[in-house]
């Protein structure tokens, strides 16, 4: 067995030029219209690494065992490389495809050299296709991990800029919400309105809902813990743009939002705050120019 | 022992909450207070528990508790400065301490209390 893997990397290392070319040859083929997200300056470097990386692994290693020590350099490799297509938008078949498609050429190559020894040819493309495998697994696992990562971070980044408070006047805070409302994301909706109210020492919150898309009864419970949380506070809170289907929504669902004062739109939740802070909205002159 | 002070000014009175509120010391500052209201017929309770950072359902009810043992005694109540992570452990702990009256800041809380005791 130890001679046969050595026999693999021993012929890689002859035939690299040939193998290479064939190689992009036959990526080319798989994502021709990928094209133009991957340079083919950058795809030659990639595979030419690869090769050179893999016949390294199949010199010393073992190819039974992808856990060695010896592998650990192809896996980085494979690693940055699927991370990188997965930031580029490719698909997961698509970044395997980079490891399949070296199939083809290898055992070519394998033929061509091992044509009349045909227990040789079979062993050795058995090995190959195992590793090969093996490799493409992997490179599809971190593709999977490297895309939730990133989904993670869109997440978190989404979650930061949709929970702005603004001041509307001095003593009167509004939080314009926008999209889906759970837990997890009321939870810091809540925390940053709170927060607010004692930076700004607003006595005055308007919660504005024009943006959010369903309400139903987790939404109405985390409104009014909201609410309630702000009252605790010594603030008093409003809710504003509550379109018709959602008010509807509301009252078939049987939820009851008491104790909590809503307003169809913000003008209107604003005009109600400046009279709880004494202020008075009037008209002058206008200026014509 | 522990105790908390309550200050007296004019026909007010003034609690500041400046260490961990533990049961025993909720329930001393809940009977000095009742003491204290009927010994000096305050018309107001303001209490700041703007330090506060750690409460339960105890407390929280022993606050409502506060509120409406003072209403008996004839004095309004105000509780200020709470901060956001006690106001939401409260809710979440469905302490909702309905009637007690609430403000930001002690000027507030102050403001609130002179409008509701009056002039009488």
Redesign the interface.
């Known amino acids: 067995m130890l001679k046969a893997k050595s026999r693999i990397s021993e012929l890689i290392e002859k035939n690299q030029a040939e193998l290479v070319s064939n190689w992009l040859k036959e990526q080319e083929a798989f994502q021709g219209h990928r094209a133009g997200l991957i340079s083919n300056v950058e795809l030659r470097k990639q595979s030419t690494d690869f090769i050179s990386l893999l016949q390294q692994g199949l010199k010393e290693g073992d190819v039974e065992n992808l856990n060695a020590p010896i592998w650990n350099d192809i896996k980085d490799f494979l690693s940055h490389l699927s991370y990188s297509r997965a930031e580029k938008g490719f698909s997961s078949s698509e970044t395997a495809i980079f490891v399949f498609s070296f199939k083809q050429p290898l055992f070519a190559l394998l033929k061509k050299e091992l044509g009349n020894d045909g227990s040789a040819l079979a062993d050795e493309t058995w090995t190959a296709s195992a590793l090969l495998d093996q490799l493409g697994l992997y490179i599809t696992e971190v593709y999977q991990n490297s895309r939730n990562t990133i989904i993670a971070r869109q997440e978190r980044e989404i979650m930061e800029l949709s929970t702005p408070v603004v001041q509307l006047w001095p003593g009167i805070v509004a939080l314009p919400l926008i999209g889906t409302l759970d837990s997890a994301r009321t939870q810091v909706v809540?925390?940053n309105l709170?927060?607010s109210?004692?930076e700004t020492?607003?006595?005055i919150a308007i919660i504005d809902i024009t943006g959010v898309p369903t309400v139903d009864t987790l939404v109405a419970q985390h409104l009014l813990?909201t609410v309630?949380?702000?009252?605790?506070?010594?603030?008093e809170c409003f809710v504003s743009g509550i379109r018709p289907q959602i008010a509807q929504t509301i009252v078939h669902l049987g939820v009851s939002l008491p104790d909590v004062v809503t307003k169809a739109n913000l003008a209107d939740a604003f005009a109600l705050a400046l009279k709880r802070i004494g202020m008075k909205v009037t008209k002058t002159d206008a200026i014509s120019n | 022992m522990e105790k908390i002070p309550i200050l007296r000014m004019g026909k007010y009175l003034l609690i500041t909450i400046q260490v961990d509120l533990h049961d025993r010391l909720a329930h001393t500052l809940q009977e000095d207070l009742a003491e204290k209201i009927s010994n000096t017929s305050a018309k107001g309770v303001l209490i700041d528990i703007s330090s506060l950072e750690l409460v339960d359902s105890y407390i929280g009810r022993t606050l409502g508790n506060i509120a409406s043992i003072a209403q008996i005694l004839d004095a309004y109540t105000v509780v200020v400065g709470m901060q956001p992570a006690v106001a939401i452990t409260l809710v979440e702990l469905g302490v909702a301490m309905n009637g007690v009256r609430t403000a930001l800041t002690v000027d507030k809380g102050m403001e609130m209390l002179k409008a509701l005791v009056g002039d009488d």
Do not use: F, H, W, Y
């Open positions: 809540m925390e709170l927060k109210l004692l020492g607003s006595s813990k309630s949380a702000a009252r605790l506070m010594g603030a």
